[in-house]
């Protein structure tokens, strides 16, 4: 069984690393949190000091950090997970970042002997937890063959999606499509409130009508409707607003670079971005609700007693 250095331990590396060491493999992680790394430990992951010494007893090394420049340090920084890992290491990247930069470290890795993949995720927090993600991959068809086991460990579908920086491509199309849906969810949801209508009812005919998507299916802004989801922890614990926004940024760069018309998403990202600088950028993305609607006011008038799962 292979062994797996995980570099990243956040609201995502967490649960994965998690369900890949109730899968088998062994797992050495390292975060620059300690109350992080703690929590893995908790629950089976071994404790390395450094990246570099989690890299340099590993097989696979699995990175989920926030930036593509905390990625691009990590890899190609002094004592970085290229040069510390062993020669025939596959290297794996599920950050959300610029193909750009994917490119750049897969052609060192190559370059020092090393194997390189992006396989950035979809599916947020309840899908990490449950072990259902979605992973868009990129690559040279044989290392993400010799990857299926671990993308199986903790992802219900894994899609190849072309060569190298492919898999971050694919993710910022997605992330910009599901940053616009979540807005227009939430502006939907608040319209309907102000005029009286119930979100518990006015979701559940959006969801089967033509208004149906991931937000209302498996992801509610709406507290109180859905149980597992930040908006039932008060936004916390899943995917930050502020990534939200880098996202949706390097995607309106590369609409721009690449000429494409972008309306809808250079309209999101101004949403988030003003949604962030309100002071919730460390809440979940869906918490763009706020932006639409004043919740506190509706709940003062409107007490619930808790979500109920749709």
Not at 176 to 187: F, K
Not at 238 to 243: A, I, L, N, T, Y
Not at 277 to 304: C, R, T, W
Request: charged fraction near 15%; include cysteine; hydrophobic fraction near 45%.
């Amino acid at each position: 069984m292979k062994t797996v250095a995980f570099i990243g331990l956040g609201n995502m590396g967490i649960p994965m690393t998690r369900n890949l060491v109730e899968a088998g493999f062994e797992v050495i992680g390292y975060d620059l949190s300690a109350a992080a790394l703690e929590t893995a430990v908790g629950h089976g992951v071994k404790r390395a000091v450094s990246a570099a010494e989690a890299a340099a007893a590993a097989d696979v090394v699995i990175s989920m950090l926030p930036t593509g420049e905390h990625v691009r340090n990590a890899y190609l920084g002094p004592s970085g997970l290229i040069e510390t890992s062993r020669p025939g290491t596959l290297l794996m990247d599920s950050s959300t970042i610029s193909s750009t930069v994917t490119v750049e470290l897969a052609a060192a890795a190559r370059a020092a002997g090393r194997r390189m993949i992006d396989a950035p995720v979809s599916g947020g927090t309840p899908r990490a937890r449950s072990g259902t993600l979605t992973f868009m991959v990129g690559g040279d068809a044989s290392d993400v063959d010799d990857a299926q086991p671990l993308l199986e460990a903790m992802g219900q579908r894994i899609f190849h999606v072309g060569v190298s920086g492919a898999g971050h491509t694919t993710k910022l199309c997605n992330n910009v499509l599901s940053g616009i849906c979540m807005a227009g969810t939430a502006e939907a949801l608040a319209l309907g409130v102000a005029n009286g209508l119930d979100p518990a009812i006015l979701s559940e005919v959006m969801r089967n009508s033509s208004g149906s998507n991931y937000a209302l299916e498996r992801y509610h802004p709406f507290p109180g409707l859905m149980d597992g989801v930040p908006s039932a922890n008060n936004f916390a614990g899943g995917f930050r607003s502020d990534f939200q926004l880098k996202d949706m940024r390097l995607a309106k760069e590369l609409a721009n670079s690449s000429r494409v018309f972008s309306a809808m998403g250079n309209l999101a990202c101004e949403l988030f971005a003003l949604h962030c600088s309100n002071g919730h950028a460390a809440e979940d993305y869906s918490s763009i609700i706020k932006l639409a609607m004043d919740l506190d006011q509706y709940f003062a008038g409107h007490p619930v007693s808790g979500g109920e799962s749709k």
